[in-house]
């Protein structure tokens, strides 16, 4: 059986190494000069490569769709890519929340490997071969149209795999092309949309009066803080028209010049994303992050610290007090929230301002506007609607013999490696023969 597979990425990678697998010849179209463009990105150039959590755990870290992958995930596990790469020499190690990477640290092994596996199997790739349209007849698929340079070709198929990615990051080849080929053979497409996104922060000053002490201006705030990075916060997104938290995490995020990043603010984008009227409440203002710098310490036993770093320089003035507590780049605006007198002495220091200043310390507070541009994702929501596919193969239910694999589906996940195996295990599931 000819295989013909539409789009050079782990899905894409993995699809023709399941079919090669089944006995059939296959082929790979890439738009790109190289394969695996997106996946040398990921996780900052060292690969989150899977999560170390049981599959079963898997489901409860995609809010996109996550049941539709059940038989996906049942094809190929974490252990299965894992022990994929151990055969090409790539060995792995489980960092903080699950997370699994390459012991080198480097995504170009990781994709190396794969490569390999390819090699091995006989699969053939086209290179700066840009896929136009799906050919199909009678409600079957029986080749793809693309182009070389200036030349149109066609290729036949018993088996088209659709795995063109997403929008994000288009200069790795991710602009959407999937999805005007499976429109135009009828499939509905969701509303396409960043996950897996930074968040900028509200300008608006008057938005904010109520939420950010003496700071009128989140933005400003968070531009302030840029190039800040913390470890073991506390995060909470909440939506104060109904004093509702939208999401809570514990971990890394970072704050940068239009807002924040990192971790915790990614995944939080994922559910941030969904929440219903988002577009308005973050227009109003009405989205906080909140911050807890000292998730480990309640508010008694912070208080506690914070008195004891005052009696041991009683006489120090409040602004050059903080260090043994913060970063150095976080002091300043503290200081300014708590709105105590910076040049006040330690020893003049009230109980009620010293419960206002934990009180900036555990409910830090930024007002959130809105998302970076989807092409800044790292993840796209949306595509093709699930309900029009087949979970057991992956097979469309409109077009047969189309078949669909990674992040051009409507699924989406936190960050973790959740996103790199779903595409690992759609990818095998098109790839197997029904």
Known sequence: MKVVIIGGGPAGILAAISASKCGNDVVILEKMESLGKKLLITGKGRCNI???????????????????LYSAFQNFSNEDIINLLNSHGVQVKKERGDRIFPVSDSSKDVLNALVSELKKQN????????????????????????????????????KVILATGGKSYPTTGSTGDGYKMASKLGHTIKDIKPSLIPITANENNDAEKIHIGSYRNSRALCKELQGLSLKNVKIKIIDIEKNKAIYEDFGEMLFTHFGVSGPTVLSGSAHLI??????????????ILRIDFKPALDNEKLDARILRDFEEDKNKMFKNSLNKLLPQKLISPIVNLSEINPDKRLNEISKKERMKLISELKEFSVTLSGFRPIEEAIITSGGINVKEINPKTMESKLTKNLFFAGEIIDVDAYTGGFNLQIAYSTGVTAGLDA
């Open 50 to 68: 899977t999560s170390s959590l049981d599959i079963s755990e898997f489901i409860q870290n995609i809010p996109g769709n996550g049941n539709f």
């Open 123 to 158: 699969v053939k790739i086209y290179y700066n071969s840009r896929a136009t349209e799906i050919v199909a007849a009678d409600g079957i698929a029986t080749g793809v149209r693309y182009r070389q340079g200036e030349k149109e070709c066609v290729i036949t198929a018993d």
């Open 274 to 287: 969904r929440y219903k009227d988002v577009d308005r409440l973050l227009s109003e203002g009405k989205i």
